[in-house]
């Protein structure tokens, strides 16, 4: 086991009863000999619990108190693991014996390695892959995020372009390999986002500091994608938009922010003006709620605690240009 290092598998669980029950047991049959595999709850209402102690005595729960979101969830639930690598991992991803091993050897291989993921590709159309990380996230100059196989919401076929193991500016949530001791000196997560944009949050400073994020291409695992809120959920588009802007302000270099927040207030109008031309006016409203929040949270802000370090171009996985512009007006898909 000297050869191998401890690589503790955390699900985070809210009411998935159901998604545990049909892929928990691939989890359990990852080709890792020294691993523990963990559920942490964030206060289910269903019987997740109930299942797990009669169906999976050896998996061990760690049950949060309320529903603490993705964010605070996992900052919460980790404390109580000891590993000296974390896999994160989504209750809703079908998992592959092999899948683990080449994230591991990556991890292995270079110590300033931070997070790593495999390639993550839909379940329910298992030749595309998935929105949710896709094979690596990327950045672009105006802070959207997007991915390698994933361009806003239209979504590649996988013929082996990105069997590649290469950096990249953000690893997915959904399923990532996190050296411990990176993650603790980073401090977490930021709970304040709860959902979405967290990780983008975590790698931006990790490579701010010095860490790497990676893509391993020879790694597969397969998402179902909307567990916990659908792709049209005005929640889901919400946290998407105030996120954002959130995380761009907490870390995108203070000269070239100042730009971009006038930018992604009128590329933001224009999102919420094609939504109400849509007849989908609740996530029009979703999108000006976003900001109205955003602007909230930046008048109570406390910019002491923001990340000291603020970079962007240099970075692994900067798109030096905009993601927007080649997606809505040169139509590339």
């Known amino acids: 086991m000297n050869n191998y290092p401890h690589i503790a598998i955390a699900l985070l669980n809210y009411n998935g009863r159901e998604f545990l029950e049909a892929y928990l047991p691939g989890v359990l049959q990852a080709g890792w000999p020294n691993k523990s595999v963990w559920v942490i709850d964030n206060a289910s ?19 949060n108190g309320a529903n603490l979101g993705f964010a605070e969830g996992y900052n919460k639930g980790l404390k109580h693991i000891e590993a000296d690598f974390y896999l994160m991992l989504n209750n809703d991803v079908e998992t592959p014996p092999s899948f683990l091993a080449p994230l591991a050897k990556v991890m292995m291989a270079d110590e300033k390695v931070a997070f790593v993921q495999p390639k993550i590709r839909w379940l329910r159309h298992r030749n595309l892959f998935e929105y949710a990380g896709a094979a690596g996230g990327v950045m672009d100059i105006l802070g959207y995020p997007f991915c390698r196989g994933r361009l806003f919401d239209k979504l590649e076929a996988d013929h082996g372009q990105y069997n590649d193991t290469v950096p990249v500016f953000w690893a997915s949530g959904a399923c990532m390999l996190v050296r411990t001791s990176a993650f603790w000196q980073l401090d977490g997560f930021y709970s304040y986002l709860f959902m ?22 020879s790694s597969e695992v397969y998402h179902v994608g909307g567990g916990s809120l659908k792709a049209e959920s005005t929640a889901k588009v919400y946290f998407n938009f105030r996120n954002n802007l959130i995380m761009i302000t907490r870390n995108m270099p203070l000269a070239w922010l100042m730009a971009v927040v006038v930018a992604r207030f009128g590329l933001d109008l224009l999102a919420a003006i094609r939504f109400a031309l849509q007849q989908k006016t609740a996530l029009a409203a979703a999108v000006m709620r976003a900001w109205l929040h955003y602007l909230g949270w930046l008048i ?8 000291h370090r603020r970079k962007l171009f240099g970075l692994k996985g900067v798109y030096k240009g905009s993601a927007v512009w080649r997606r809505y007006l040169c139509k590339q898909k």
């Not at 050896?58 to 049950?63: A, N």
């Not at 109570?300 to 990340?307: I, M, V």
Request: some cysteine.
């Open 45 to 63: 209402a269903d019987d997740s619990i109930a299942f797990l102690q009669l169906t999976y005595p050896d998996v061990r729960i760690v049950q």
């Open 196 to 217: 979405h944009n967290e990780e983008i949050d975590l790698c931006w400073r990790a490579q701010s500091r010095g860490f790497k994020i990676m893509a391993c291409g």
């Open 300 to 307: 109570q802000a406390q910019p002491n605690k923001w990340p």
